[in-house]
């Protein structure tokens, strides 16, 4: 099954690493983690990619251009194309009624197959892979008296956020606008309309947006604990 990525932002909050290089190009013990990205969807079977490219595009393409187990295709999208208009874009490159679509800077270990199995079954437009929303702060619980009873350290919370992870139809199409957003007015339509599914994953997923984020992944990964590979 294709895989459109969308990896064609300038990733400001990172700058201390995408004046010279892509996001999507920031490593991961010593490998960008576009590339961890895409090795965990071959583990799946999946090997067709499609890469949205932007922001310094030309350096992932150097990067990739010699490689032979996949199959991938470049597509240049601009660098202020917002999510949707990126897809858009690949519209031409998506050669079936399904494809799968992913962030640059998402990692996870959802069983992506599992989420091809209940959009399959469920037969609506999107299917996103729902995580559970974590708190980035310590949360306590009191008594009567003021006491502290207990202490969690960033508790998941009983609700949950898109994840990404998506298996998509092609009729995602029919919904994009000029100038829409994707998570906003195309999916907000898409809700209104019973078109959206999602996945409960209450496994590992994490977004590299900070320096924190990317220290604390390479952690992972340096403990031999990066859940995300097979």
């Known amino acids: 099954m294709q895989v459109v990525i969308l990896c064609g932002g300038k990733g400001t909050r990172l700058s201390e690493y995408t004046q010279s290089i892509p996001k999507p190009m920031i490593e991961i013990g010593g490998k960008p983690i576009l590339r961890h990205l895409m090795e965990f969807y071959a583990n799946f079977g999946h090997k067709d990619f499609i890469l949205c490219l932007g922001y310094k595009g030309k350096k992932i393409i150097e990067y990739f251009k010699d490689t032979k187990d996949w199959n991938i295709e470049f597509v240049d999208t601009g660098e202020d194309a917002n999510k949707a208009e990126r897809l858009a874009k690949a519209k031409k490159k998506i050669k079936d009624d399904i494809f799968l679509l992913s962030y640059g800077d998402d990692l996870s270990d959802v069983d992506i197959n599992r989420v091809i199995e209940l959009h399959n079954k469920l037969d609506k437009i999107v ?95 340096d403990k031999g604990n990066a859940p995300w590979i097979k």
Not at 155 to 166: C, V
Not at 182 to 202: P, T
Request: charged share 25%; net charge negative.
């Open 127 to 221: 299917t996103l892979t729902a995580v559970p929303l974590v708190s980035p702060f310590g949360i306590l619980e009191l008594n009567d008296d003021s006491e502290v009873t207990s202490f969690s350290e960033k508790p998941k919370l009983a609700h949950f956020m898109n994840g990404g992870f998506y298996a998509m139809k092609r009729g995602i199409f029919d919904y994009i606008k000029p100038g829409y957003d994707l998570e906003k007015e195309i999916f907000e339509e898409l809700v209104k309309l019973r078109q959206i599914a999602a996945f409960k994953h209450n496994g590992f997923w994490r977004s590299m947006n900070t320096l924190k984020d990317v220290v604390e992944l390479n952690e992972l990964y």
